[in-house]
């Protein structure tokens, strides 16, 4: 089924739209109700008198697979959607990975125009020379039509997914707009860089411009002795303690199988909020199997580290009177309150977990979806202390990473009162009975 986010997305850009109910195979599934949602989004299906079609599918048992192709090539001749198979070939990437056999290799469909080999090709700033073509079934190909997707061999260095591809007329060509693409991107990242430079000289320049402000009426002897005062601490650091960062951080390796798996999880750490607690970065990521440099990087990039452990805090409380004492054993106790001795009584806080106890230098942790660490790697990870995660399935990979963040994050603290009590002091004075009540101790 499209997602809520896709829906819009299509509806924006007025493009025909077929809704695949996938996991019609479980027994609890319920395609009415998913039709009946989307129509909050817009999209009417055929059954209640719309012009969507809504196709019942199981990925998992390949049902209704084959309905689902008719159903979009109906839809494209009805819509008279062609491509014309001659001109410079355009695609576009919808998968990107390195095979150790054939080099740099991208998945693409083939928008316009027809796909051979010796073609020359640009996407981003890699380009290729055409060696060979794989259809979906790894046979070879000689070449390739609109709409048809292949596997193309050749590239000098991997593109990322979702990079649009043209033909060029030569490699000199391809040189020449890999060069131009190159040094336009350069120049973006000089101008954000001089933006943020300007702007902490600017801040640094507030923060002086407050010093000084406290020191205008004194003189120049009385200014520099108050100004060396009040940086003696940090001129009579070291160097080396001065640049020594002292906050929590977890540095990570990420390496995938393709470029897509890559782009997936580092859309998932830009999701992390808690860098004034823990720093999360990352170091490097990329494709491929693990290799020595990944280990060498994440050690040389180690970070700060907490040791947590648990706390079990009791509270002691006294009472003064032995008739309070009995009453208040009576009717709290229940609670957590335990008699110790004569007017003192016991409350149990329960126990803090993750309790910090001290901190050590950590190193990085890579982290591999899909891909495989030999022995002699495997080995040099653990001589060095470097965590290896390796999963097969993405949400145990996510899973596993924020229990790696959690025991970094100091625990949250949260107070939420569910009561007081009352302690009672009664005398009698002149035959007159009073009271006072001279402590109120809420408890938390």
Aim: charged letters at 25%; one cysteine or more; glycine letters at 6%.
């Amino acid at each position: 089924m499209l997602g809520s986010l896709p829906v819009p997305a299509a509806l924006r850009a007025s493009v025909p739209i077929i809704v695949a109910v996938n996991k019609c195979d479980k027994p609890q599934a319920d395609p009415r109700r998913v039709k009946q949602e989307l129509l909050a989004h817009d999209v009417v299906c055929e059954e209640f008198g719309g012009d969507v079609q809504a196709i019942h599918i199981s990925a998992l048992k390949d049902d209704n697979l084959l309905a689902l192709a008719e159903a979009t090539v109906a839809l494209a001749e009805v819509l008279e959607l062609k491509a014309d198979p001659n001109g410079p070939v355009e695609a576009l990437i919808i998968e990107s990975r390195t095979d150790k056999g054939k080099g740099p290799v991208t998945t693409a469909i083939v928008q316009s125009g027809t796909l051979k080999r010796g073609c020359i090709l640009v996407a981003g700033r890699c380009w290729a020379k055409v060696r060979f073509l794989f259809d979906e079934n790894e046979r070879a190909v000689t070449e390739a039509g609109p709409s048809v997707a292949v596997q193309v061999v050749g590239w000098k260095e991997l593109p990322s997914a979702g990079e649009t591809i043209l033909e060029v007329e030569s490699e000199k060509r391809a040189r020449e707009v890999v060069e131009w693409r190159s040094h336009e991107e350069e120049q973006q990242k000089l101008l954000e860089d001089r933006s943020a430079i300007e702007l902490k000289q600017k801040l640094h320049l507030e923060e002086y411009r407050r010093e000084r402000e406290g020191f205008s009426h004194l003189s120049w002897r009385q200014r520099k002795a108050a100004l060396y005062r009040a940086n003696k601490t940090r001129f009579s650091m070291r160097p080396s303690e001065r640049v020594e960062n002292e906050e929590l951080s977890l540095p990570l390796i990420i390496k995938g199988d393709v470029d897509g798996s890559v782009e997936t999880l580092l859309n998932i750490l830009d999701g992390y909020d808690s860098q004034e607690q823990c720093h999360l970065e990352v170091v490097h990521f990329g494709i491929g199997e693990i290799s020595e440099n990944d280990v060498n990087m994440a050690e040389m990039f180690g970070g700060r580290s907490s040791r947590w452990r648990s706390l079990h805090v009791l509270m002691e409380v006294d009472v003064f009177e032995p008739e309070l004492g009995s009453m208040f054993e009576n009717s709290v106790c229940g609670v957590g309150l335990q008699p110790q001795e004569a007017g003192r009584f016991r409350f149990d806080l329960g126990q803090y977990q993750n309790w910090r106890l001290s901190d050590w230098r950590c190193r990085g942790s890579i982290y591999g979806f899909n891909v495989t660490a030999s022995r002699s790697i495997q080995q040099l990870a653990a001589k060095k202390g470097v965590p290896l995660r390796l999963h097969s399935i993405i949400y145990k990979l996510i899973d596993q990473l924020k229990d790696e963040l959690s025991s970094k994050l100091p625990p949250h603290v949260s107070q939420n009162t569910v009561g007081e009590f009352w302690s009672i002091h009664c005398r009698s004075d002149l035959n007159q009975p009073t009271g006072s009540v001279y402590q109120n101790r809420p408890y938390q």
